[in-house]
């Protein structure tokens, strides 16, 4: 079956960083671009980065460039979410997708608080 399993999530004080995971399962990572998600209580659903097939080319949404980075390892089929200097409104279910394809995993909870 064709599914991504979110991992890597949990609860971080402010400024603390997390590694979020993003492994593929019945199909293989290399020919699709990857994009990251987040739904915070309340809100809808938001792209915060993407990443293209080979990992040239990345984009971030203006509430965390700078302190996110994006990454793929295709030979492990898995992109990751590097996430630093974490804020209280970072606070989400973070998800990942290939653009274009309707599903979507579980997710991880990630929580920024003191």
């Known amino acids: 079956q064709l599914q991504l399993v979110e991992s890597g999530g949990g609860l971080v004080q402010p400024g603390g960083s997390l590694r979020l995971s993003c492994a593929a399962s019945?199909?293989?990572?290399?020919?699709?671009?990857i994009g990251w998600f987040r739904q915070a209580p309340g809100k809808e659903r938001e792209e915060i980065s993407c990443?293209?097939?080979?990992?040239?080319?990345?984009t971030y949404a203006d509430s965390v460039k700078g302190r996110f980075t994006i990454s793929r390892d295709n030979a492990n089929n898995t992109v990751y979410l590097q996430m630093n200097s974490l804020k209280p409104e970072d606070t989400a279910v973070y998800y990942c997708?290939?653009?274009?394809?309707?599903?979507w995993g579980q997710g991880t909870q990630v929580t920024v608080s003191s």
């Open positions: 997708k290939v653009p274009g394809w309707n599903f």
């Open positions: 019945g199909f293989t990572l290399d020919s699709y671009a």
């Open positions: 990443i293209n097939s080979s990992g040239g080319t990345t």
